[in-house]
């Protein structure tokens, strides 16, 4: 009996140590490690753990504007994560230029994998007609409102086109309201601006090219009109937008502070989490007004984010499964849940079982002809460096939209000639 | 063979220093000739490219300007302030248990975190709800508010005022040990002679803590060239490079735009300059202890 007891502890014990020797660890990295996105990030992992115990998975979380800077070192080490988050467009392109990055077309499209997504969140991952990563969380800018504040100025229409919107903001700074609150402390903000405007601006394939670092010359004329219809917005902003961040803004626009601000749709959640219900109870939203300029006026600024595999990776499928497990359906609704976003699957929701609010947004994402990337992580880095300097001299009134436009030609020629 | 013997005591040290402080110093000196990014194995070589380039880029002559600013302030500031509160503490002006308390109420901030100091100095700035703007406002100087961080006439000044409230204390230490070192005899002869506080201090303390003075000083010209957090945390270089200083010139190159070429280009100016003023502090105090 004793014997037999010791037979298959040993047993067992060869087992375990076995099961433990198959078992892959992967290096996950993501970029929220704050007290609402960590726990979701780790249950998720964890999920995925319990139904696939041949992979440990280590999470690893930095910060948004760190990340930008560690990723791209931590990369060309043999310490590179094997899944990670990405922001699809130039910022990712370098990546697969340099092969660091895995393809997964096959994976996609042979098994089927492609058709839980919706298409349009999913090709902002595709480079030179193949996949290198599937979306986390789709996202779109919006004019955010205050309809208390809208009805206290007078202003009893949501302004359609341009000159609707000057109109508005007029009226609410006569009634002693700022219309518009924006803080551009870090330059990523006045990019969505920006980025809208060229694209409303400038004739599409000219615009296309011009994103091109090997193509781009940014002579067209309508840039320069993108910065002046920005410059007519300047005085409808609160004081010293240079000194305050994003989140410091959005604060004082839940706070009444001011009428609109152009936001995200990742920061829907934050209305519920951080607003005064009075707040909560009166919001709208519109998308960036017509500006009349050449430029598709149905595309609606944003781009999904997602996550990717190292091309560097010892685990392959097993990479392959955990993104698969991330970016998923299961995944997809505990994120909602969650935190609040929502992935690139389809249908992932029926309309009873979200707010109004997110409901409206999501098919604001989906409905638009087409999306426009945000400009500072669809441009060169070196172009996007001296763009952003240029941008925030102009908040300041100390440059002008010609001489913006022509420190980036200089800044585009150094970097087209390299390719 | 006993002087053999001491080979085997300094070899282990040496070889450390060897590996991670003159290695690294040479490695980088050879990767400023060539054009790379931190993710792609491929590298260019461009010759002195690098170093042209850094020489036609404005925000080169921003950053050095920047950190010549920060030197001056900080040796006005730190060493001349900090020598003046030291002369005060250690005369006898003040009762014993005053001069403790101030010491270590000088001396306390440099016992901080840059980074802490640095949030909360950012936020003492923050122009809605800084302690700034409020005290001015409270006394009705409401005019001078200002974006102090966003400003880029004043940003520079701002991160600047931080430093030296967080480093006067700690130079006054320095400054303070020195002058405990002074004989005492030379003080009681002056007295005897009529000095008053004022010309012994002149004619007995400041000659006394000269070399102390001298590495006070190049402490703090060549902190002021090293200088990186303070203008991370609180700027960012921003608004539009008016707080760039070579530090954050060289990261924002090599880790924000990949040139790391670059980057190590501007590592080895950075280098040349911090070495220039260190063979100067050693030239200075070897010409003042032989005379």
Redesign the interface.
């Known amino acids: 009996m004793r014997r037999g007891l010791f037979i298959l502890i040993v047993f067992a014990i060869l087992i375990s140590t076995f099961l433990v020797a198959q078992q892959v660890e992967l290096k996950f990295l993501h970029r929220w490690p704050d007290p609402i996105n960590q726990p979701f990030f780790e249950n998720v992992v964890k999920d995925f753990e319990a139904l696939n115990p041949d992979i440990k998975v280590n999470i690893q979380a930095i910060s948004n504007d760190p990340f930008?800077?560690?990723i791209?070192?931590v990369?060309?080490t043999s310490e590179a994560p094997d899944v990670f988050f990405t922001w699809p467009g130039e910022f990712t392109n370098?990546?697969i230029r340099?092969g660091?990055i895995m393809d997964i077309t096959d994976a996609l499209v042979n098994t089927g994998w492609i058709d839980d997504f919706v298409y349009s969140q999913l090709e902002p991952f595709m480079y030179e007609g193949r996949f290198y990563g599937t979306p986390y969380r789709i996202d779109g800018k919006v004019f955010m409102y205050n309809r208390l504040l809208f009805e206290k100025a007078g202003v009893d229409f949501v302004p359609e086109t341009w000159e609707e919107l000057l109109a508005a903001c007029e009226k609410l700074k006569k009634a002693g309201i700022t219309p518009i609150f924006f803080g551009n402390?870090?330059?990523w903000a006045i990019s969505h601006y920006i980025g809208t405007l060229n694209q409303k601006s400038v004739p599409e394939d000219v615009w296309l090219k011009d994103l091109d670092p090997a193509k781009g010359t940014w002579d067209h004329p309508g840039y320069v009109e993108a910065l002046k219809k920005f410059v007519q917005l300047i005085p409808y902003f609160n004081?010293?937008p240079?000194?305050?961040k994003h989140a410091?803004a959005r604060a004082?626009f839940f706070a009444g502070k001011s009428a609109m601000m152009y936001v995200e749709i990742v920061e829907i959640p934050y209305i519920y989490r951080d607003a005064p219900v009075e707040f909560q109870e009166n919001w709208g939203m519109f998308v960036f007004p017509d500006t009349g300029g050449p430029g598709n006026q149905k595309y609606l600024t944003g781009y999904p984010e997602g996550f990717v595999i190292s091309a560097d990776t010892k685990y392959p499928e097993q990479s392959l499964r955990f993104l698969k497990y991330l970016t998923g359906r299961e995944a997809g609704r505990r994120e909602f849940a969650e935190v609040g976003y929502l992935n690139g699957i389809k249908n992932l929701f029926d309309k009873d079982e979200v707010d109004p609010g997110t409901w409206d947004a999501v098919q604001l994402v989906l409905e638009a002809e087409a999306m426009a990337n945000w400009l500072d992580s669809s441009l060169h880095?070196?172009i996007w460096?001296v763009y952003s300097?240029?941008l925030?001299?102009l908040v300041?009134g100390?440059t002008t939209p010609e001489k913006v436009m022509q420190e980036v030609r200089k800044a585009a020629d150094r970097v087209r000639a390299e390719f | 063979m006993r002087r053999k013997s001491y080979i085997f005591f300094i070899l282990p040290a040496l070889i450390m220093i060897l590996i991670f402080v003159y290695f690294p110093i040479i490695q980088n000196f050879y990767f400023s000739f060539f054009k790379m990014?931190?993710?792609?194995?491929t590298r260019q070589f461009v010759g002195l490219n690098n170093y042209r380039m850094i020489f036609e880029d404005d925000v080169f002559y921003i950053s050095l300007r920047n950190n010549t600013l920060y030197a001056v302030i900080s040796v006005i500031c730190q060493v001349g302030f900090g020598m003046l509160l030291a002369i005060i503490l250690e005369g006898s002006f003040i009762g014993r248990k005053l001069k403790v308390f101030f010491r270590n109420v000088y001396f306390m901030p440099s016992l901080l975190s840059v980074t802490a100091v640095g949030l909360m100095f950012y936020f003492i700035y923050?122009?809605?709800i800084g302690l700034l703007n409020g005290i001015l406002e409270r006394i009705g100087l409401g005019d001078l508010k200002?974006?102090?961080?966003?400003?880029?006439k004043t940003a520079i000044y701002a991160v600047i005022a931080m430093s030296q409230w967080q480093y006067t204390g700690y130079i006054m230490v320095l400054l303070l040990v020195a002058i405990q070192k002074i004989p005492h005899e030379q003080y009681e002869a002056a007295e005897i002679d009529g000095a008053n506080s004022f010309k012994k201090a002149i004619h007995i303390t400041i000659p006394g803590i000269r070399d102390m003075i001298t590495v006070c000083t190049v402490i703090t010209v060549i902190g002021a060239f090293k200088l990186f957090t303070e203008i991370y945390v609180m700027t960012?270089g921003?608004?539009?490079?008016r707080t760039q200083v070579l530090g954050t010139f060289m990261y924002?190159a090599a880790?924000?735009?990949?040139?790391m070429g670059y980057g190590s280009a501007i590592a080895v100016i950075i280098f040349a300059i911090t070495f220039l003023a260190s063979l100067v502090q050693i030239k200075i105090v070897y010409k003042g202890r032989n005379n």
């Open positions: 930008k800077e560690k791209k070192i990369l060309g370098r990546f340099a660091r402390e870090q330059p004081q010293f240079n000194a305050i410091e004082n880095a070196r460096d300097v240029q925030q001299m300041d100390v | 990014s931190s993710y792609s194995p923050n122009p809605n200002t974006a102090w961080l966003g400003n880029p960012q921003g608004p539009y490079n924002r880790f924000a735009y990949d040139e």
